[in-house]
Every structure is written in structure tokens, then in C-alpha cells.
């Protein structure tokens, strides 16, 4: 049973098809890569999925709990709201506060006290307050953030920032994670340590994750299917070793064998 | 049918007056994103010197393009020096900072000209003989059609400048990454004190010409056009320079129908709901694209 | 005499100390890479040389003539250009006048469409979107345009961030290639990658950088054979 | 329980009632004018807590503030038409609050798809219909204003104790909003719209929840417009009124409340000092505020408060 | 500051706008003043005692209009006030004056309520110079009436209580005189354009235009109205007396306008010939109504002083103001403070044609 199923997805930007007519599914727990040339339509494809972007046509059916909702068109926050997370390409973190609040603001969505219970500051308050922050110091520690819990996350290094926004989507609490490039910027060795993490994140908390990588040691490595996108169209899908090997792929896409 | 006619004329009269000076807001504000609140009073500096020039100096056709040439110069200065004084040390503070910045060197610009004047109104003599037209039941002045002529003019001028000039293109450059902008060779400063240099003019010419067509003026006369000019530029897309034309005449239109249509007691609220709801419908402005942001 | 010559050079952001006395040479017609860990001050580098960051101490000589001393303007004007990390494309503005605002300081508008023409052989996709305003490009199609806009200035001296981030497999073998070339052509290249296979194996010399410091330098095969680099920067 | 004060609040509480008792105190024995300074200072500061939290913290841009201070400032003044009695006070900050709710909802709704100058204008826009309209209107009294608007028992000592209460709880209740996990949501859309949107926060519903709040604020500080100065007028409520409270703002540093208190009492000893100096007065006070813009461009505490600099000595200390 | 515990000096505060909106009214209100007082104090002052003006600008605003009365009553010695000029901010600096016994005279606060408490009492501490604005109103109704004008239409000041409180007296007076209201419109102050408004009014069957407001609007309207081909008659009051209407208006537009004051240059009159000499020498410009009221508000204050006897206190002062026996005469005409602390005086009706004043009547209103 898939939890997601794209079904004839299709953006137009004025004259420019960003995506045509994507069909694909994700099943639970599975990693799959996203590929494709540059301007190929990944990235609009995730705005799509996470509400970003309003669909020209077509339909993103989620289910998560054996009942199926169209999402296409839905507002960024209630998509977050049922369960899809994301990063971003270019990191947008909430710059000016601290690593910690990043990722509390993240778990506001199941915050479970009422404004007028925050304002006189009722024992529930205390309560909750005091689980968000144990679990996001717990989260936080998963990512090898915890040293660093009350920088500022623009002061961080670019590959710590990259790790804050993926801990900031997990902190949603969700059940399919989408990453865009997270090792864009990092260098092989801690390319080598994203892919484990990613990896322990994916076992651990029980999700389907989606990456677009451009590092293929990432996405060969980590991804048990990958769909490939060429000028907005899906020219590809399967496991790594039949992309590697596919003649399409190889040359719009990965100019050799690897 | 020819009230209606009046009322479009009238109504493009005012619209010209707030276009004029509102092309000097939004062209400041394109490239260096600042509400300059002060710029309603670089333009009311510019009809004093305007006044000067023209009582003092010469009157007639001739006096007329000195104090043009004077006031722009003038106002050129005073802008380039309000740029370096007050705003540059504020480039990488907050948005809001400049703005109350601005605020400031309004009340400053306001009270030293009060200072040195007094606050009266004073007539300004019209260099030339303000004919009035009067065709059928309708009549424009002489003045009105100079000063739409001039707003149209200097709206092609500056747009050419900003889009295809290399200094226009140099500011633009600037406005979206002055860091980038230095990579390329750009001097930010000189580019912003150019901004600043024109959009001051503009503002002179603009106190100059309407200081004429009202035939009077006083140190706060910049506060209420230069708030309605802002409104204009908003309206019409801040940022772009046809835009502030458009916004402008709308403005200017949409006020006279309310008073001479629905209730001149009501006329600033009809404008102000209008203009909300073209808002709500255009979050950018009449001639702005909503681009959303590419994430 | 070397083309560019750093001695001693510091640069601290507020109390962080970047940059803790970095020399290096660049000498005409190199290619030299610069590589090290995140935060490593790299960019740092860059930004001095280029003027966008004001030092703290030290020399930086290109062709005798002292930079640190000049507006970033005019640094640009003796020949040095940087794409910058992060791409920093102009929004708002098309591709095309993207790459024009590259060729800022160059008259001849013969030669200017030459090295249109020859950024538009690079990357066709550019041409492809020259009226597109440069915020809606994709982050590698972004990431073209910055490199091809560098390429308008026709520099003396051309500094790259990690170009190649980003960019699909395709083409960061190409950009190689590319940057290849432009040495062919005669311009010095400083190269700041994190792909440092890559960069090693086009680079006369490198520079291996960590905190601040410069910790190895040698020529590029030397550098790529070494047991330390192996381990540390290509990941086994 | 044992949390109802946390050291944070504590020191909030303990800062407030500080200030306040040193207020209070200050103005026992200051002369009238320094009271009227105070009283003054007291009404700017209230409204600009109110604005702070629109501007700096959910970080949209009002110009409209002065719209919403004059509806309190009628709500109390028509109702202070009868008897000028606390128990009507009371009632008319009630009235106050509830249009200033509800008109705020009315502009939240269609305009916080607007960005920055867009949602400016357009709330500028909105606080001018809502002073022509009080113009037009017989039950305000029009352009010829309200008069007779002092308190019947209550003298400027009881005036300002009521205003310190009010700086307190409007404190209390914006820092106990920030400090929560909704007020961390807000602060995300002041970061990052699209980001915080991504994270789950529904962007509109905190802005407009901002705003409500800030408007209220604006509302109550309105209401103490008529007894402070006996008389109202629709030109009072002009562009220029949400200018100055901006100021206030902006100079004690957006997101700053220890900076809205501060800058609330400079800029009111300012102006009274200023008084002297007749015919530059206006110049003077321009000069004053471009230098301190330009040597403190976040403002005189940034987005600090004062008890972060009390907790940072101390974990220096520590 | 020890200037009030010396006896050779009389201090009186001012309080009035000198920045902000009201700035034109402020200003001239307070040059007149200062005129009267270098003249009272050149003539060896009261008694030999030299008034000395307390200046503060409450830039328009009500709030500071307070401030301002409190510090001027609490802290600076003075034995009364003078200003503001508008009706609004007058009300709120009386109550302070109330509050702290010290007499206050505004110039011009022409509202009908400015000396009346809530319970309808009159301010004991409170005082005016000009007329009501429903005494002139009334005045201005009769007078377009009995030239035969029954069709009026109001051209106001949305926000000037001046002007409202002129257009509810007019409409009252004009329609109990059988006169008919054809349209009213209104503008804001500070604008500059009127067309709009005109353009309706042209359109409309009347005979008599009444702009109840003040001469920085009113010239441009009338020089609008008249451009538009508007050439019924014009009617005003008080706020039109000033040289920048005509000098706004043009020459060839001031045709057929009349209006109400207490003053006017066109009098023949040797005090008021001498005043404007005066005024001209000192401030480089034409007195207005303004300038005139505050200066005559200069010699009615040092009057009202000299009367109070030697011992010059704010109560004595008070009592002088209070006597309605007490005449005055001054460039704006003589009076007597009535018992509702508004002046008893007649009101001149000024006619202008071609821009000069050809005809001044004075005008009993019934
Ligand atoms: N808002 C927009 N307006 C116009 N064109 C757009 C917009 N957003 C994206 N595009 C275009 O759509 C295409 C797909 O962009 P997208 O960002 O999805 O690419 P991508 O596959 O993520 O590429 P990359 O790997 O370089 O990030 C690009 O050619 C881009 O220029
Ligand atoms: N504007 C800044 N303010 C404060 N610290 C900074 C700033 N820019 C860089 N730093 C710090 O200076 C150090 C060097 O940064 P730099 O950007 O030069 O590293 P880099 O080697 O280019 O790293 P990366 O591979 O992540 O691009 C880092 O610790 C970084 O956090
Ligand atoms: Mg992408
Ligand atoms: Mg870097």
C-alpha cells in the first residue's frame, strides 16, 4: 500500500513545463532518490508535494493511516500538519535564533496547551514545555547538534546547518521526509557521514524519506529506488543498478558509467 | 456628460501632481528599497528654491527653466548629502530604522525651512501666463498640461535610464546584491548617490512645476503629496517606474470621482478602500508581478 | 614574481578569528586549489582577495600592487573576479543582463558578444532561458549563470567557490573541463572546491587549509596520492 | 505549580515591580509637569508594547496604529458623555476592545497576504478610514471632538497607577505569549514565512493572533487619551500619531521590551525638555532622532531585554 | 528661573502651535502678541513693571497643548496664558488652567463651548477675544438673506471644528430664514486641489457660496471656483481675513466675495494703519486676522493687568478679565468680556471686488 501516490502531476510556469505528468508512488519506509539534470523539475516537484507550489493539474494522494486524501493545492502548514516534512536547497533556517528554538518552533504543530493556557502560564504549560525540550535536546543529540544547542544558527558551519534543517523537519514529526541536496556543500568524507545518518534517521523513527542528490556515492549508496526526471518528464525508475546502467539516464544525466 | 469629462480632467490634473512626484519615491525606493519619507520635502525644498530663483532671479520662460535647472541641482545636492549623511551608515540596519531615520530628516528639512521662512503660505508667481482652456462647458489649465507632459516625459526618461542604461543596470545590480554588484566592478556608493542625485531632482522639478500650477507653497507642503505619492508608488507596484505614473493618476482620478460621485467628505476613505481592495487583489501593485519566492 | 601573493593574512569576524595568517602563492597561468573542511576559512580567502571582506592583518600582492588597501571596485578593475559562494545571481534581472552586468567594466562590445556566444556554447540552458528573471532559475541553473558570468569579465586572475556544487554529474565534469580551458586561454584560476577528487586532478598546485591555517601544500597529484588527504577530505 | 515562576518570569515580575514602585514613587515627588511627562510616557509606552509585538515580534509592518489607539480613545470618550466614572472607563476600554477586534479582524483577514510596504499602506490605509469616519460621525462629536473627558474621583496619581498596571500586565501577558510555544511560532513567521509555513505553522492565524493582541493594546492605550487630556479630536489619530508610536519601536529596538519602556520615557523627557526651546524644538528633536538611529541602528537595547543582561552576568559568573 | 519672583517683570506664558498643522495660525497669533508687548514694554511697560512672554510651541497637538498649559501654570510663574489658537486644543489647556487657577485667553478659539463647563457653567478661569462661531454663522446667514441670496451651498472643512461650528450656525440661520441648502461639500485642510468639489458645485442652481474655513484654502478655492466659472457671490468669515487670500486668489478672481471680521486693512483707521506699518517693520510680511487678534489679545492682556491693581497675582488678574464693565478698545474693534467670557463686539462685514476691500459695514445680528 503506497503512502503517497503522484498521479499525473503536472506545472506550468507561463510557457515553461516544469513537470509533466509525474506518476509515481512511495511505499512506507522506503528511501528513494529523486535524480536529474539540473532544471529537471525536482525541486518543484517537492514545492508540489509540500504545498509550496500549487499544482497546474493532477493529483498527491497521502495515506498514512489507511485513508486516502488528495493534498494537491493544500497549504504548506496542513500538509506538514499530516505528517510530510522537508529541507530545503537553499537552507532556510530561522537564522537568528538558537539551534534549540529551530527546532521547538518545529514541534509547535502538536503543542498541546492553548494560548490562553500559555498566557497564565497553567502547570500544563510547564508540562508540555518541559517534554518539547527534552525531546528536542534528545533529537538534537541524534544529529550531533547537542553542543551546540544555544548558537545562533546562522553563526553554524554550513554542513551543521544542513544537519539543523533536517532535524527541524524530524522535529514535525513526520512520516514521509522529503531532503533536497543535503550534502550540496559537504565534502566526501562528511558526505560518507550523511549517508549513515541518513540511513539511522530513516530505521529509527520509521519514515519514508525522498532525497535529490546530485553526489551520486549518496544516492547509489543510500536509495533502494530512484526515479529520474529529465526536462520535467519521469524518463526513468528503479534500483540503483538499473539507473546506472540505463542509457537515458547515463546521457542526459550521469555522462558515464559509474 | 461633460461634468464627467470635467471630472476626468480634474482628476488627471491631481493624479500628474502625485505621478510627478511619486517617480522620485519609487526610483529611490527600486534601488535602495527606502521609504524616504523625507522626499515630499526635498520636493518642497525644491519649490522654495524654485521661488527664489523665479522672484530674485529672472521671471518669465527663461526664469522658469532656471529655476528648473537651479532647484534640480539643488535638490541633487541636498539628496546626494542626505544619502551620505543620514542613510548611509544605515545600509545593513533594518528596513524600519531607515524609515524612521527618514522620518527624521523630514522634521528636519520641515522645521529649518519654517525656521528660516516662517510657516506661511506664500504665492508663488507664475513665470508664465497660466492660460486657461475652456473648451465647451470644460476648462484645464495651461499648467496641468505641462505638468502631465513633463510627468510622461520623465517617466520614459527614467525608465530607459533604469533598463537600459549601464548606469540603470548598475543600480539594479545593486539594489539585488550590492556585494555581488562590487564582484562586478560596480562602485555601490557612487551608484547610490546617483540614485539619490536623480530621484532628489526629480522631487525639485516636481516642487517647481507644482508649486507654479498651485501658485502657492509653505514648508509643509511636501508631508500630504509625498504621503499620497507614496500611496501612488505602492499602488502602481513600488519599485516600478511606470507603476508610479500609473498609481499616480489613479490615485488622482479615483479621488475626484469619490468627491464628485459618492461624497468629498468620504473622498480619502473611498481612495483608501479602493486601494486596499486593488490590494487584496494585486498583493504587488497594479503594474507589479507577484512573483512568489522560488524556495 | 608570483601573480598573487598572500603573506601573513588575517581576518576575524567580530571575535572570530577566520583567517590565522594564511601565505600562499598564485603564480600566471596556474591552476591552485584551495580545500579543507567546512568552516575551514576558504571563502574567507576569497573575500579578501576580492575586497568584499575587510583583513586584519597581512599583505595580499597582485602583481605588486597591494589589494587590501583597495575598494572591491577597483580590484575587480586590475583583473581579479570571484564567483562567489552561494551563487549571488542578480533577481530581478534576466539571465542575460545577468551576464552583462559580468562584462560591467569592458567596452568593446565586439568582444563582449564573443564571450556571450562562448558562455551560451558552455551552458546552452542559459541561453535557452536569457529572458528568465535569474531568481526563477534552479539552484544548478544558478549556479551556470554565476560561473558564466565570471567568464564576461575576461579576468587577469579568477577566483571560483565551489562551482561545482550543486551541478549535476554531467556537468561538473564539465565545468572542469571548463575551467580547464579558461587556464588554456590564458586566465589564472584560485579554485575553492569540496569536490576535491576533481579539483586535485585539474590543479597545478593546492592548498590544504583547516581552522584558518594552511596545514599542506604541493602539486595536485602529489597531493591526491597522499595517504592524509585520502583519508580526510576524499573520503576513504 | 512550583513553575508558576520560573526564574525567567521572576525576574520579569521582579524587574516590573520595580520599575514600577520607582515610577510611582518618582511620581509623588516630581512636579506636575514631570507627572504629565510620566502620564504621557506611560499612554506612548502601552501602545508601543502593543505595536512591538505586531512589529518586532510577528514582524509585520503597521502603520495603522493609530487607528485602533483612537477607537479606545472614543470608546471611553462617548461613554464618559454620561458620568466620567471608573466603572465606565471600564466599560469603555471593554467597548474598545471588542470594535478594535473586531475591525482588526476585518483588516487581518483580506490583508496579511501582504508583504512589508504592501500590508503597510494598506493598514495605513485602514487607520485613515477609521479617523474619517469618527470625523463624519454625530456620536463622536466629529471634527469638533469631545470635550470634558477628565476622570470625577480619580486625580493623576490614581491615573497613573491605573497606567503602571496596565505597562505590567500588558508585559506580563506579551512575554508569557512570546515565551510560549505560540509565541515561537510568530517569531518563526518574522524569520522566515515560507520556512515556518513548512514547519507546520499556520502563518496567518499567528500573525493575525499578533496583531489582535497588539491592536487591543493600541485600544487600551487609546482609552487613556480623553483623561489624559480632556478633550478628543479626530486630528489627534492622524498618520502621524502611529509615526510617533513607531518611533518609540524602532528606538528602544524592535522585539525589545525593557527598549519600548526605556525609549517611552526618553522620548517623553525629550519632548518636555525640549519645550524650552520653542522655535527649534522640531529641529532639535530630528537631529536627536537621526544620531541615535545612525550610533544605535537596532535601537538602545536591540532585540535585548534587560533581563538577558542580568542572566548573562550571571552565567559569566557561573 | 527666577523671572517671576522679580518684581520689575509680569511674566505670561504662551502656549500655542507653533509647528505641526496649525503652524500659519500659531505663528501670526504670536508675532502679534510679541508686537503688542515690545510696544507696551517700550512705552515703560505696566506700571513700570515689563511684561515678559513665556514662549512653548505645542505643535498642534492636544496632548502637548496640555503639557505645555501644565508647565506654563505650575512651574513658570506666570500670571496667566495666552493661546492656543484652535478650539480643540483650547478646551484641554483650560481644563489645566481651571485646575490650577491661572487665567487663560485664547485669541481665537471661536467653538461655542470653549468657556462652557459640562454642567453648562462658564469656565471661571477661561476667556476668548473672538466671536462664537454661531454668532457669526447667524451673522453670515442674515446678511446673504437679506441681500437676496436663498440658495446656498457649503463648501467646508471636514476637519475644523471652526468650520463645522460656522456651517451648523449658518444652515440653522439660513434655513429658519426661509433659505434653501442646495449642496454642501467638504474638503480637508493642507489641500490644494478643489476641482473635483467644484466641478459638482458648478453644476448646481444656487446663488451664494459659503466657505466656512480659512484663507489658506479659501484663496486657492475661490481662485479654483472662479477659474471653473463659478461666479456666484462668496461668502466668509473671520478666516478669510488675511493678505494671502487675496495674494492666493488673484486679483481678478476676488470679485463678489464677502466676508465677516473684527478687523480689517482696508479700515480707515489710524491705529490700524500704524499696527500694520508695525507688523510690516518687524516681521517682513502682511498682518492677518490672526496677527491682529494677538496683538489686540497683547494690549486687552496688559489692560486686564493695570486693572487688576498692585498686587498682580493670576486671582486679580482673573477678577480684571471677569469685568464685563471694563471696555476695550483695540484694532479689532471694542468690547467688553461678556458674562459667558466671550467678548461683546460688532461684527464687520468686508467686501471685496477686483482684490481690494471697496466696502466694510458693520452688521447687527438679530
Ligand atoms: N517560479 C518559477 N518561474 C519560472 N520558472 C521556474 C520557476 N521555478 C522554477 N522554474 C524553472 O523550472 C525548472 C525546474 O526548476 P527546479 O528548481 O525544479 O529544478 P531542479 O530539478 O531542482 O534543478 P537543480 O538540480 O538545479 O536544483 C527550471 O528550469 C527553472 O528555471
Ligand atoms: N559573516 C560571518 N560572521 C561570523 N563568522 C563567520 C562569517 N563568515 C564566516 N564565518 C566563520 O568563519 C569561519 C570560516 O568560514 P568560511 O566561510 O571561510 O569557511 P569555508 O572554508 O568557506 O567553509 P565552507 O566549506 O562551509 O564554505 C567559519 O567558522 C565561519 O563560521
Ligand atoms: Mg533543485
Ligand atoms: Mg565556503
Known amino acids: 500500500m503506497a503512502i503517497l501516490s503522484v498521479k499525473s502531476l503536472t506545472k506550468n510556469f507561463g510557457g515553461l513545463c516544469a513537470n509533466s505528468n509525474i506518476n509515481m508512488e512511495i511505499e512506507k519506509d522506503e528511501l528513494i532518490g529523486l535524480i536529474g539534470p539540473n532544471g529537471a523539475g525536482k525541486t518543484t516537484l517537492f514545492n508540489m508535494l509540500t504545498g509550496v507550489y500549487e499544482p497546474s493539474e493532477g493529483q498527491i494522494v497521502i495515506n498514512f493511516d489507511g485513508k486516502e486524501k488528495d493534498i494537491a493545492g493544500k497549504k504548506p502548514y496542513v500538509i506538514t500538519k499530516m505528517g510530510i516534512a522537508r529541507t530545503f536547497q537553499n537552507i532556510r533556517l530561522f537564522k537568528d535564533l538558537t539551534v534549540l528554538d529551530n527546532v521547538k518552533i518545529a514541534m509547535h504543530k502538536d503543542v498541546q496547551y492553548n494560548l490562553l493556557q500559555a498566557i497564565f502560564r497553567t502547570p500544563k504549560f510547564f508540562k508540555e514545555e518541559e517534554r518539547m525540550e527534552k525531546e528536542a535536546n534528545e533529537l538534537l543529540k541524534i544529529l550531533k547538534l547537542d553542543t551546540k544547542i544555544g548558537e545562533l544558527a546562522s553563526n553554524l558551519p554550513y554542513g551543521e546547518q544542513r544537519r539543523l534543517e533536517i532535524a527541524r523537519a524530524l522535529a514535525t514529526n513526520p512520516k514521509l521526509l522529503f531532503l533536497d541536496e543535503p550534502a550540496a556543500g559537504m565534502n566526501p568524507q562528511e558526505t560518507a557521514e550523511l549517508t549513515e545518518l541518513i540511513r539511522f534517521i530513516k530505521e529509527k523513527f520509521e519514515i519514508s524519506v525522498v532525497l535529490i542528490e546530485h553526489d551520486m556515492s549518496l544516492v547509489m549508496n543510500l536509495c533502494e529506488r530512484i526515479y529520474v526526471l529529465d526536462y520535467g518528464k519521469l524518463i526513468a525508475s528503479g534500483n540503483p543498478e538499473e539507473i546506472a546502467q540505463n542509457p537515458r539516464v547515463i546521457e542526459a544525466y550521469l555522462g558515464e558509467e559509474i | 456628460m461633460s461634468q464627467f469629462i470635467q471630472q476626468l480632467i480634474n482628476g488627471l490634473s491631481i493624479g500628474s501632481v502625485f505621478a510627478l512626484i511619486a517617480l522620485g519615491y519609487t526610483m529611490v525606493y527600486g534601488i535602495i528599497k527606502l521609504i524616504n519619507f523625507a522626499h515630499g520635502d526635498i520636493y518642497m525644498v525644491g519649490a522654495f528654491v524654485g521661488y527664489f530663483c523665479i522672484t530674485r532671479l529672472a521671471s518669465g520662460f527663461f526664469g522658469l527653466i532656471l529655476a528648473l535647472v537651479i532647484a534640480m541641482a539643488a535638490c541633487a545636492i541636498l539628496g546626494v548629502i542626505i544619502e551620505k549623511v543620514a542613510y548611509k551608515p544605515l545600509r545593513n540596519a533594518s528596513r524600519i530604522t531607515a524609515l524612521i531615520t527618514a522620518m527624521g530628516v523630514s522634521y528636519f528639512l520641515q522645521y529649518t525651512m519654517v525656521y528660516f521662512v516662517g510657516p506661511s503660505k506664500r504665492v508663488m508667481p507664475a513665470p508664465f501666463e497660466n492660460t486657461v482652456f475652456k473648451i465647451g462647458g470644460i476648462t484645464f489649465n495651461l499648467s496641468t498640461v505641462i505638468i502631465i507632459a513633463v510627468t510622461i516625459f520623465l517617466m520614459l526618461l527614467l525608465q530607459y535610464v533604469v533598463k537600459r542604461t549601464k548606469m540603470g543596470k548598475a543600480m539594479r545590480a545593486v539594489s539585488a546584491d550590492p556585494d555581488a554588484a562590487r564582484l562586478m566592478g560596480i562602485n555601490v556608493n557612487q551608484t547610490i548617490s546617483f540614485t539619490f542625485a536623480i530621484g532628489s531632482a526629480l522631487a525639485g522639478a516636481a516642487g517647481v512645476l507644482i508649486g507654479i500650477h498651485y501658485n502657492s507653497i509653505e514648508p509643509l507642503m511636501g508631508t500630504i503629496p509625498g504621503l499620497k505619492a507614496f500611496i501612488a508608488a505602492v499602488f502602481g507596484g513600488i519599485g516600478i517606474i511606470p507603476g508610479a505614473m500609473f498609481g499616480g493618476i489613479s490615485i488622482g482620478v479615483i479621488q475626484t470621482f469619490a468627491a464628485g460621485y459618492i461624497s468629498s467628505l468620504w473622498q480619502d476613505a473611498v481612495v483608501y478602500a479602493l486601494l486596499i481592495f486593488i490590494l487584496v487583489v494585486k498583493p504587488s501593485g497594479l503594474l507589479g508581478k507577484n512573483v512568489k519566492e522560488k524556495v | 614574481m608570483a601573480m598573487l601573493e598572500i603573506k601573513k593574512l588575517e581576518l576575524n569576524y567580530g571575535v572570530i578569528k577566520a583567517l590565522k595568517g594564511i601565505d600562499m602563492e598564485v603564480n600566471q597561468g596556474e591552476i591552485v586549489t584551495l580545500i579543507g573542511a567546512n568552516g575551514a576559512g576558504k571563502s574567507s580567502t576569497l573575500k579578501a582577495i576580492s575586497g568584499i571582506e575587510k583583513i586584519s592583518g597581512g599583505e595580499i600582492l597582485f602583481n605588486g600592487e597591494e589589494l587590501s588597501k583597495m575598494n572591491a571596485q577597483d580590484i575587480v578593475k586590475v583583473g581579479v573576479s570571484q564567483v562567489p559562494e552561494g551563487r549571488r545571481i542578480f533577481a530581478g534581472m534576466s539571465v542575460l543582463e545577468n551576464l552583462e552586468m559580468g562584462a560591467y567594466l569592458r567596452k568593446d562590445a565586439e568582444e563582449i558578444k564573443e564571450s556571450l556566444e562562448l558562455v551560451y556554447k558552455h551552458f546552452p540552458i542559459l541561453k535557452d532561458r536569457s529572458k528568465q528573471n535569474a531568481a526563477t532559475l534552479s539552484g544548478g541553473e544558478q549556479q551556470m549563470l554565476a560561473m558564466g558570468r565570471a567568464l564576461m569579465s575576461k579576468p587577469k586572475l579568477l577566483l571560483l567557490d565551489e562551482p561545482s556544487m550543486g551541478l549535476a554529474p554531467i556537468l561538473v565534469k564539465s565545468i572542469f573541463s571548463i575551467i580547464s580551458d579558461i587556464k588554456e586561454q590564458g586566465t589564472t584560476v584560485l579554485l575553492v572546491e569540496q569536490n576535491a577528487r576533481m579539483a586535485l586532478s585539474i590543479a597545478d598546485r593546492a592548498y590544504v587549509m583547516e581552522t584558518g591555517k594552511i596545514v599542506l601544500s604541493g602539486n595536485g597529484k602529489e597531493l591526491m596520492d597522499s595517504e592524509e588527504i585520502q583519508k580526510a577530505y576524499l573520503g576513504g | 505549580m512550583k513553575h508558576l515562576f520560573t526564574k525567567k518570569n521572576l525576574m520579569w515580575l521582579l524587574f516590573g515591580a520595580l520599575i514600577c514602585i520607582a515610577m510611582y514613587f518618582v511620581f509623588g515627588v516630581v512636579t506636575q509637569k514631570w507627572q504629565k511627562t510620566l502620564i504621557t510616557a506611560a499612554y506612548y509606552i502601552i501602545g508601543a508594547l502593543g505595536l512591538n509585538l505586531i512589529i518586532g515580534v510577528s514582524g509585520q509592518f503597521s502603520l495603522g496604529h493609530a487607528g485602533f489607539i483612537a477607537i479606545g480613545a472614543y470608546s471611553v470618550g462617548v461613554v464618559f458623555q454620561g458620568d466620567a466614572t471608573l466603572a465606565n472607563f471600564a466599560l469603555g476600554i471593554a467597548i474598545g476592545v471588542v470594535i478594535t477586534c473586531a475591525v482588526a479582524l476585518i483588516i487581518a483577514v483580506p490583508t496579511f497576504r501582504l508583504r512589508g510596504d504592501y500590508l503597510a499602506i494598506a493598514t495605513l490605509g485602514f487607520s485613515e478610514i477609521i479617523r474619517i469616519a469618527i470625523q463624519n460621525m454625530k456620536i463622536t462629536g466629529g471634527a469638533s471632538g469631545l470635550s470634558y473627558l477628565s476622570f470625577e474621583n480619580i486625580n493623576d496619581h490614581g491615573m497613573f497607577l491605573m497606567m503602571l498596571i496596565t505597562i505590567v500586565l500588558s508585559i506580563l501577558l506579551i512575554v508569557n505569549f512570546v515565551k510560549s510555544s505560540h509565541g515561537r511560532a510568530t517569531i518563526s513567521v518574522r524569520e522566515d514565512e515560507i520556512a515556518s509555513e513548512a514547519m507546520g505553522v499556520n502563518t496567518t492565524k499567528y500573525k493575525t493572533i499578533a496583531f489582535l493582541i497588539g491592536a487591543s493594546l493600541a485600544a487600551i492605550a487609546g482609552a487613556y487619551v480623553g483623561p489624559m487630556n480632556f478633550f478628543i479630536k479626530p486630528g489627534d489619530f492622524g498618520f502621524q500619531k502611529s509615526i510617533d508610536v513607531l518611533v518609540i519601536v524602532v528606538l528602544g529596538g524592535m522585539g525589545s521590551l525593557s527598549g519600548t519602556v526605556i525609549a517611552g520615557i526618553f522620548i517623553a523627557v525629550i519632548n518636555t525638555l525640549l519645550q524650552n526651546y520653542s522655535d527649534i524644538r522640531m529641529i532639535l528633536y530630528a537631529i536627536i532622532l537621526v544620531t541615535t538611529m545612525i550610533f544605535r541602528p537596532k535601537g538602545l537595547f536591540g532585540n535585548k531585554e534587560i533581563t538577558d543582561i542580568f542572566s548573562k552576568k550571571r552565567k559569566e559568573a557561573e | ?366
Open chain 5, 1 to 366: 528661573d527666577d523671572g517671576g519672583s522679580d518684581s520689575d517683570t509680569i511674566r505670561v506664558g504662551v502656549n500655542y502651535g507653533t509647528t505641526g498643522p496649525y503652524a500659519t495660525y500659531g505663528t501670526s497669533s504670536v508675532e502679534g502678541t510679541k508686537l503688542a508687548v515690545k510696544e507696551i514694554n517700550k512705552n515703560g511697560g505696566i506700571n513700570g513693571k515689563k511684561i515678559e512672554l513665556v514662549e512653548m510651541d505645542n505643535k498642534s497637538d492636544t496632548n502637548e497643548a496640555v503639557n505645555i498649559a501644565t508647565k506654563l501654570t505650575t512651574e513658570e510663574d506666570v500670571v496667566l496664558t495666552l493661546g492656543p489658537e484652535v478650539s480643540g486644543n483650547t478646551k484641554a489647556a483650560i481644563s489645566v488652567a481651571n485646575k490650577n487657577k491661572i487665567p487663560l485667553i485664547s485669541p481665537s478659539a471661536t467653538d461655542d463651548k470653549v468657556t462652557v463647563n459640562k454642567d453648562g457653567s462658564v469656565t471661571e478661569y477661561g476667556y476668548k477675544m473672538c466671536f462664537n462661531d454661531s454668532y457669526q454663522g447667524k451673522a453670515l446667514a442674515q446678511y446673504a438673506i437679506a441681500q437676496g441670496k436663498t440658495k446656498a451651498v457649503i463648501y467646508g472643512d471636514s476637519s475644523s471644528d471652526y468650520s463645522k461650528g460656522l456651517t451648523k450656525a449658518f444652515e440653522e440661520e439660513f434655513k429658519k430664514q426661509n433659505g434653501t441648502i442646495v449642496a454642501s461639500e467638504n474638503y480637508v485642510e493642507g489641500d490644494t486641489d478643489f476641482n473635483a468639489a467644484l466641478t459638482n458645485i458648478k453644476g448646481k442652481d444656487f446663488d451664494v457660496l459659503f466657505i466656512p474655513g480659512y484663507y489658506n484654502e479659501a484663496g486657492l478655492i475661490i481662485k479654483q471656483a472662479r477659474t471653473q466659472g463659478i461666479n456666484q457671490m462668496i461668502l466668509g468669515a473671520d478666516g478669510f481675513d488675511s493678505p494671502t487670500l487675496i495674494e492666493l486668489g488673484g486679483t481678478e478672481n476676488l470679485k463678489d466675495v464677502f466676508f465677516t471680521t473684527h478687523f480689517s486693512i482696508a479700515e480707515e483707521n489710524k491705529d490700524i494703519d500704524n499696527f500694520i506699518a508695525a507688523y510690516k517693520d518687524e516681521f517682513g510680511k502682511e498682518p492677518d486676522a490672526f496677527a491682529a487678534l494677538g496683538y489686540d489679545l497683547g494690549y486687552y492682556m496688559a489692560d486686564s493687568i493695570e486693572r487688576a491693581g498692585d498686587d498682580i497675582t493670576p486671582e486679580t488678574v482673573n477678577k480684571a478679565l471677569s469685568d464685563t464693565k471694563a471696555k476695550f478698545s483695540g484694532i479689532t474693534g471694542s468690547f467688553s468680556m461678556g458674562k459667558d467670557h466671550v467678548p461683546v463686539k460688532t461684527i464687520k462685514i468686508v467686501e471685496l471686488q477686483a482684490g481690494e476691500p471697496v466696502n466694510v459695514v458693520n452688521f447687527d445680528v438679530k
